[in-house]
């Protein structure tokens, strides 16, 4: 569909984007930016939005509950988000935000619904379902106010269907997929200073597999200089993602949440992290009181001087500013920084975990059509070629990304939106059983050597156990008559 969509370039719009010269006050000015006929070339394709006269949820207010307010909070150097821009300008929509701290929004949030002062909107991510969506029935079923099987939703339905859906109905209404983990490295450190083959080839090639992810960590690393091949929070779960699916998931056509833990692709991806301990590639968190190397926040820092290899990082730690970049991952205007998704086995294909986001409706809310309608216009503008032509020119004019990282993003996007995708729930199967899953995908975050036969004899009862309590949870909120 996106590809489609991009082909023809037919007029030019404004866009408006918000600059300013530090402080709180900052002035909009618009962008004549060529592009297509956004509206005419979606409606062919069958997304269109409702008339603003007749919509339902037109001219309302909803209360966006938050621990952060992407509609209305802008950097000097961010476009303005054009899906809250369509709901306020066509719509006359208005957005409330309701604030809170990310420690407190869950428990804040449960003492609004239960003191009959729910808001109406809270980010749709994966923490949300089906723990709180269901468990703690904290987010009501979106089915009455959009429409899956509505063109605007194709690309999204399939996730929507297997992951996000009990018994037939919805829970998030999702706006946008996004890539998840990918590995960043500096070209001169790894081709020109150490002679390794450039990862992007390699996997151009078919040839960029676990193997040679390990034998490049080992040749790499030496702690006696300080150099570990490998750094970053997500390395361990990214690698254990090869296993083409998580650890807890839910089947639709049983209707149960499920351990995958038999699935031998999980032992194959401990052992690629066990080697990785065993030859001293991680650099220790667990000697530098919990950090990584120069701290929590200092995303790639060591990739430039040589003493990390790769970097495993969300697309974030990739689109920083340039002096920003130049001075932890390297010389960004000679094109030293290039990125590649995680390895795959030498027998198996590229797996993914896609990002979503989207919106939720609280349980209780007061407008859920203004929910749905802020939705649709952020789904649309998701696809609305002009807004995936502004993204593309950030990418190039803000962060410098070259054409190659360009192809690049566009293929492991296309993955997590295919047929190797699938989506990790993490905190969202609740706290007790997400912690209990932690043992088994955060293998490297310790000194010790652990084997999967050991993680799994220690908690697989565990895991098991919880899985069914939560099933018999799912089971009473189905019954329950009140929902």
Same mark, same amino acid.
């Given at each position: 569909?996106?590809?489609?969509?991009?082909?023809?370039?037919?007029?030019?719009?404004?866009?408006?984007?918000?600059?300013?010269?530090?402080?709180?006050?900052?002035?909009?000015?618009?962008?004549?930016?060529?592009?297509?006929?956004?509206?005419?070339?979606?409606?062919?394709?069958?997304?269109?939005?409702?008339?603003?006269?007749?919509?339902?949820?037109?001219?309302?207010?909803?209360?966006?509950?938050?621990?952060?307010?992407?509609?209305?909070?802008?950097?000097?150097?961010?476009?303005?988000?054009?899906?809250?821009?369509?709901?306020?300008?066509?719509?006359?929509? !208005?957005?409330?935000?309701?604030?809170?701290?990310?420690?407190?929004?869950?428990?804040?949030?449960?003492?609004?619904?239960?003191?009959?002062?729910?808001?109406?909107?809270?980010?749709?991510?994966?923490?949300?379902?089906?723990?709180?969506?269901?468990?703690?029935?904290?987010?009501?079923?979106?089915?009455?106010?959009?429409?899956?099987?509505?063109?605007?939703?194709?690309?999204?339905?399939?996730?929507?269907?297997?992951?996000?859906?009990?018994?037939?109905?919805?829970?998030?209404?999702?706006?946008?997929?996004?890539?998840?983990?990918?590995?960043?490295?500096?070209?001169?450190?790894?081709?020109?200073?150490?002679?390794?083959?450039?990862?992007?080839?390699?996997? *151009?090639?078919?040839?960029?597999?676990?193997?040679?992810?390990?034998?490049?960590?080992?040749?790499?690393?030496?702690?006696?200089?300080?150099?570990?091949?490998?750094?970053?929070?997500?390395?361990?779960?990214?690698?254990?993602?090869?296993?083409?699916?998580?650890?807890?998931?839910?089947?639709?056509?049983?209707?149960?949440?499920?351990?995958?833990?038999?699935?031998?692709?999980?032992?194959?991806?401990?052992?690629?992290?066990?080697?990785?301990?065993?030859?001293?590639?991680?650099?220790?968190?667990?000697?530098?009181?919990?950090?990584?190397?120069?701290?929590?926040?200092?995303?790639?820092?060591?990739?430039?001087?040589?003493?990390?290899?790769?970097?495993?990082?969300?697309?974030?730690?990739?689109?920083?500013?340039?002096?920003?970049?130049?001075?932890?991952?390297?010389? !960004?205007?000679?094109?030293?920084?290039?990125?590649?998704?995680?390895?795959?086995?030498?027998?198996?294909? *590229?797996?993914?975990?896609?990002?979503?986001?989207?919106?939720?409706?609280?349980?209780?809310?007061?407008?859920?059509?203004?929910?749905?309608?802020?939705?649709?216009?952020?789904?649309?503008?998701?696809?609305?070629?002009? !807004?995936?032509?502004?993204?593309?020119?950030?990418?190039?004019?803000? *962060?410098?990304?070259?054409?190659?990282?360009?192809?690049? *993003?566009?293929?492991?996007?296309?993955?997590?939106?295919?047929?190797?995708?699938? !989506?990790?729930?993490?905190?969202?199967?609740?706290?007790?059983?997400?912690?209990?899953?932690?043992?088994?995908?955060?293998?490297?975050?310790?000194?010790?050597?652990?084997?999967?036969?050991?993680?799994?004899?220690?908690?697989?009862?565990?895991?098991?156990?919880?899985?069914?309590?939560?099933?018999?949870?799912?089971?009473?909120?189905?019954?329950?008559?009140?929902?």
């Amino acid at each position: 569909m996106k590809k489609r969509i991009l082909a023809a370039i037919l007029s030019s719009v404004l866009i408006i984007a918000l600059v300013g010269c530090g402080g709180r006050k900052r002035q909009p000015i618009e962008l004549t930016l060529p592009t297509e006929d956004a509206v005419a070339i979606l409606a062919a394709a069958g997304i269109d939005l409702p008339d603003a006269e007749t919509a339902k949820g037109a001219g309302s207010t909803v209360n966006w509950y938050a621990w952060y307010d992407p509609f209305q909070n802008y950097s000097a150097d961010e476009i303005v988000n054009t899906g809250f821009f369509t709901f306020k300008e066509k719509y006359a929509g !208005v957005l409330n935000h309701v604030e809170c701290t990310w420690d407190e929004r869950f428990t804040k949030l449960a003492t609004l619904v239960l003191s009959n002062e729910a808001p109406d909107a809270y980010p749709g991510d994966t923490e949300v379902f089906p723990y709180y969506a269901v468990g703690r029935k904290m987010f009501a079923p979106v089915d009455d106010y959009i429409d899956y099987n509505d063109a605007m939703w194709s690309g999204v339905k399939n996730i929507a269907d297997n992951y996000f859906s009990i018994a037939g109905k919805h829970y998030i209404m999702i706006t946008n997929l996004d890539i998840n983990y990918v590995v960043g490295y500096n070209r001169r450190v790894v081709v020109d200073e150490w002679g390794f083959d450039d990862p992007a080839e390699l996997f *151009y090639n078919n040839q960029w597999t676990s193997d040679v992810w390990l034998e490049m960590c080992k040749d790499f690393t030496d702690p006696d200089e300080d150099r570990y091949a490998v750094d970053g929070w997500y390395y361990d779960v990214a690698l254990m993602y090869m296993a083409g699916e998580p650890i807890v998931s839910y089947n639709p056509e049983s209707g149960l949440f499920e351990s995958n833990l038999d699935n031998p692709k999980f032992e194959k991806a401990a052992d690629v992290v066990l080697e990785m301990k065993r030859n001293d590639t991680i650099f220790p968190v667990w000697q530098n009181g919990g950090k990584l190397r120069g701290g929590e926040e200092i995303q790639g820092i060591g990739v430039k001087d040589g003493l990390t290899l790769f970097f495993v990082t969300g697309l974030w730690g990739l689109t920083d500013t340039v002096e920003s970049m130049s001075t932890r991952w390297g010389d !960004v205007t000679n094109e030293e920084v290039m990125f590649v998704p995680m390895p795959r086995f030498p027998d198996d294909d *590229y797996y993914y975990a896609t990002k979503l986001g989207g919106l939720c409706i609280v349980r209780g809310s007061t407008n859920p059509d203004g929910v749905a309608l802020l939705a649709m216009c952020m789904r649309f503008q998701t696809l609305n070629p002009t !807004v995936m032509s502004v993204d593309r020119m950030q990418k190039m004019n803000t *962060y410098l990304w070259t054409d190659e990282m360009l192809d690049m *993003y566009d293929f492991i996007l296309d993955v997590s939106e295919g047929d190797h995708s699938f !989506v990790d729930y993490e905190a969202g199967i609740g706290p007790e059983l997400y912690s209990t899953e932690l043992n088994f995908i955060n293998l490297g975050r310790s000194a010790n050597e652990t084997t999967w036969a050991q993680v799994k004899e220690a908690y697989g009862d565990v895991l098991q156990y919880q899985v069914d309590q939560f099933n018999e949870e799912v089971a009473q909120y189905l019954d329950d008559d009140t929902v």
